[in-house]
């Protein structure tokens, strides 16, 4: 699969994958795009190109991970794009998936969807406490951490050096597992009575939303952990 550069035209990366549309806008682009190459929208943007082009690259070619390039980004960086994910998962992605499952719910006769929508509702209660938990607690401590780092000489704040981030990696695979689960109950075991249509937008928006938090989640497994596990070794011996 080819790999996007900095002469690629933000048209042809849309045609060549719309599942990048997401993506790009959580860097303030929007459609409308003209003959824009991505050296052109990243500088009227200001958008650090190099990072783009890890994230679009990575997000649109599994098989390239740049995780050495992508941990010398500021934690900044990585925190800033992985916050706004955040906020399209919980204003855009999951009230969506809310609403398809709502309607497929109104237009079967199933009962096995009751037990599917109770069983995405624990997912999303799930995910969306792991969620809160990194915005209030792992990104602060990143960011607080990287701030020490770039001042180096001044003592680490007390609060700092009893966390670690090691305490944050542990629960992906178990919310990631679920939503597979959920997709899996679907494709095998639905009796045939349920409204069709609904039900094929159902399962590809929940498609849609894996290969979306898989990434997500990918970039904060092996870049951010990783990379704050180096400073906390620096910081902390
Ligand atoms: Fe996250
Ligand atoms: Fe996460």
Known sequence: MDLFDQKTKLADMIHSNYLLLPVINRFGIRLGFKDKTVRDICLEKQIDMNFFLAIVNAFHNHDFFPEKELKSFSSVLIVDYLRKSHLDFKKISLP????????????????????IQGFYNKYKKEL?????????????????????????GKPLP??????????????HSNVDEKLFDLKNIIIKYLEPNYNMVDCNDFLFELFQF?????????????ILVPKVMDIEK???P
């Not at 007390?158 to 629960?171: D, F, G, M, N, R």
């Not at 894996?210 to 092996?222: G, N, P, Q």
Request: glycine share 0%; aromatic share 6%.
């Open 234 to 236: 620096e910081l902390k």
């Open 210 to 222: 894996e290969r979306d938090l898989t990434d997500h989640s990918r970039i904060e497994d092996h």
């Open 128 to 152: 969306l406490e792991h969620i809160k938990d990194e915005e209030e607690t792992a990104f602060p401590y990143v960011l607080e951490l990287q701030k020490s780092y770039d001042a180096p």
């Open 96 to 115: 969506k998936i809310e609403r398809l499952i709502n309607q497929l719910v109104a237009n079967s006769k199933s009962d096995d969807l009751k037990v």
């Open 158 to 171: 007390p609060e700092l050096a009893q966390y670690s981030i090691q305490s944050y990696e542990k629960e």
